[in-house]
Structures are given as C-alpha cells and as structure tokens.
C-alpha cells in the first residue's frame, strides 16, 4: 500500500461517540463481533479494524463502515502506522458504497489529501456503480490498482469493471505455434501423494490430446534451479505452505514450457469442451470465478507469455518484500489479476485492442469443464499441494 502523503490528524464524525459501550444489535446481531468485542474491546486500530473485518467478512457493510471509521478516528495518521489511515477510510468508504450510502464529500476530500490513486478508485467505483458508467470508472481509476498490494479487492473490482466493456473477442488468424497454448498438462503433489492424487493423474496420462507432466518438490526444485537459478530455487524451497510452493512453481512453468496448469486435486470432466476452446487457437484462456478471483488452479498459455512474465514480477516483488502477506495475495490468484488489470490499463490508456488471443471465460463456462474432487485428504487435514 502507498504510504499516505498528510500527517495532519483528521477525524470522521461517527453516529456512535463511545467506543466501550456496545450492544448486540450494534454488530448486526453478529456473535463473532460480539464476542471479540467483549474480550478484546474497540479501543485501539488493532481491535476496531479486527471488528470492522469480522462484520466485513459477513456482509454487515453498514457496521463495518463505523468500525473501519473508529479505527480510523483512533489512528495517529503517522504514515508507517499499519494499517494506513488511507487503508481504514477506503475500506469504510466502499463499504458504505456497498451498503447504498453516498461517501461523504468531507470524508473523499480527507481520502484525496491521503492517497490520491486510492481517492481515485472510491471516485470510480461509484462511477461504476452509481452511474452504471464503466468506460468513464475506468478512466477515473487508471492505474489505482498500484497503490495496493496484489489481490487486494480493488483487483477484483478493477478487473470486473474493465471486462464488462471488453468487446468480445473477434476471430484470430491463424497465428504461429509458438503463440498458442501447446497440448500438454503440468501438476504438483509437493511430496508422496495419496491414492486420489495418484488416480487423477492417471486419469489425466489417458487423455490422448495431451501430456501430463507431475512434478514433486524434489523434481520441482531441480527444475527451477536449471531454468531460472538459485534465486528462484530458493524461493520455492522457502514458501511457507506447499501452496504457497505450487503458485510460485505454476507460473515458471508454464511460462517456460507453455501449455495447461493442473491442480493435482481438480479433474477435467469435459476434455472436448477443453479441446474445443484449444482448437480456436488462443495464446491464453483463464477464467474467473463469481467474484472475479483469476482462477491460478486451471489456466492455459503459450510459453514466454507477457501476462505470465508480469505474473512473476509480482511473485519476485512479494516474496522479498512481503513475505508475510497472504498466500493468496502474494503468489496465488492475486498475481494473476494484477497481470491482466495491468494489460487492460494498458489497452484503455493507449486505445490498442486488449490482445484477442487473450480469452477469458466466466464461472459457469469452468464449471462445465473442471471438477473438485472430493478427497479423503481434504477431511482429514492431512493438506500437501495445490
């Protein structure tokens, strides 16, 4: 996140003046809150933004704005004061969007003397969603996108609002070998796999329009180290989670190789729906779940892709920075929406059409093609790879 650019101390007006004295119904009737707030309080950033999360998390926007405004109101506005100032106003500002609530004009004009981007994506997403204006959204968000860590909601957001005026890819000629997706499936199992994991990759080795390659962590480190050297070797071996191991593997591979990643506990029911996207030739097809997460489980590229490229800046800028953040945010999904945000911006800003081999499909059209498999490791927490 941007640091924030005032250190003057400004202050919300809140309907609510007593930060000890709650009720249930002051949390929406949410137990979760209630019970934070009776062990913890709401007296400090730490414990107002924990409560503003918590109602968040459940859809209790209203709620969450106050919260997200005490923990503001509590904060020294000092700039390396985590979460930033700039951080607790946005979030309560979207989530009075969210609610159906107007932001403030004091409290965007507070916003603005922060963070100017961030300023900038409030401004926007009630373009988007006020006005029901996206090509003007777009043009007031930019690249706001930047001031937040990957994967953050302004990802998602960003990417909704840009695909809703992306024209519908046109017809490619017949483009070159190396510009399309080749037919071939790479996975991970971090160690000795279970008898389901084992079973989906011979059931995957059977379909006859591709190759299957699984990897290992012991096959997967010695990879990374004889195409991109210690550095990415390094930071394999040190990922927190097998998780976090596979994100950072998925990328190098198939920017190198090309072709389709795999996760080791999903199944491609339909292969000839599968193959009938590949025989339309495309340099790229992901999709997006209902909220417009990337799907990192399931995508296909061709080898020395740009988005896959931007993807491994992010993973590289993550793992030295914040090596902390959330998996998701630092190498999973988060990194994939980056990418495309950044190529989007690029084509709005430019007036170049958005690449046509780039093809990206919605939830129902990845359902009809990938099933979660229901594996007796799931249950039993006994949770290896991805």
């Known amino acids: ?24 119904e002051d949390f929406a009737d949410n137990h979760q809150a209630m019970n934070y ?7 400090t950033v730490e414990h107002a933004f924990a409560l503003a999360n918590i109602l968040h998390m459940h859809k209790l926007v209203k ?26 106003l946005q979030a309560r500002l979207l989530c009075l969007l969210k609610a159906g609530m107007s932001p403030p004009e004091d409290e965007l004009e507070q916003l603005r003397r922060l963070s100017q981007p961030i300023y900038d994506y409030i401004l926007g997403i009630e373009i988007a969603w006020r006005q029901h204006d996206p090509q003007a959204a777009l043009e007031r968000m930019g690249n706001c996108f930047e001031a937040f860590h990957t994967g953050e909601e302004v990802d998602v957001l960003y990417l909704e609002t840009a695909l809703s005026v992306l024209p519908k890819a046109k017809a490619i000629s017949r483009p070159a070998e190396e510009q399309i997706i ?13 008898e389901e994991v084992t079973e989906n990759y011979a059931y995957h080795r059977e379909l006859e329009a591709f190759d299957v390659q699984m990897f290992n962590r012991e096959s997967a480190a010695e990879w990374l180290y004889d195409r991109y050297g210690r550095e990415a070797q390094d930071v394999f071996l040190q990922a927190r989670h097998p998780a976090e191991a596979a994100d950072f593997l998925r990328v190098h591979v198939i920017q190198e190789q090309g072709g389709w990643w795999l996760d080791a506990d999903i199944r491609i029911v339909a292969p000839e729906v599968l193959e009938a996207y590949a025989a339309k030739r ?39 920075l914040f090596k902390d953040l959330y998996i998701a945010y630092k190498t999973g999904p988060g990194v994939f929406n980056r990418a495309l945000n950044r190529r989007l911006h690029t084509s709005f800003k ?17 359902d009809s093609i990938i099933q979660d498999m229901d594996m007796a490791y799931k249950k039993g927490g006994n949770w290896h790879a991805a």
């Open 350 to 366: 430019t007036g170049k059409p958005f690449d046509p081999g780039v093809v990206v499909l919605r939830a129902p059209e990845f």
């Open 37 to 43: 707030f009776h062990k913890h309080g709401a007296g």
């Open 1 to 24: 996140m941007a640091a924030d650019t005032t250190d003057n101390e400004t202050f919300l007006t809140l309907p609510i003046g007593k930060t000890s004295d709650f009720a249930l």
């Open 282 to 320: 495309p340099s790229h097809l992901f999709f997006v779940t209902d909220n417009y997460y990337v799907h990192n489980d399931f995508f296909g590229s061709r080898r020395n892709s740009p988005i896959l490229a931007d993807c491994m800046l992010s993973l590289y800028r993550n793992s030295y």
């Open 182 to 194: 080749p037919p071939s499936i790479c996975m991970y199992w971090d160690g000795n796999p279970p």
């Open 63 to 88: 709620e969450a704005a106050y919260f997200y405004g005490l923990a503001f109101n509590l904060h020294s506005k000092h700039p390396r004061e985590f979460p930033l100032a700039s951080s607790l």
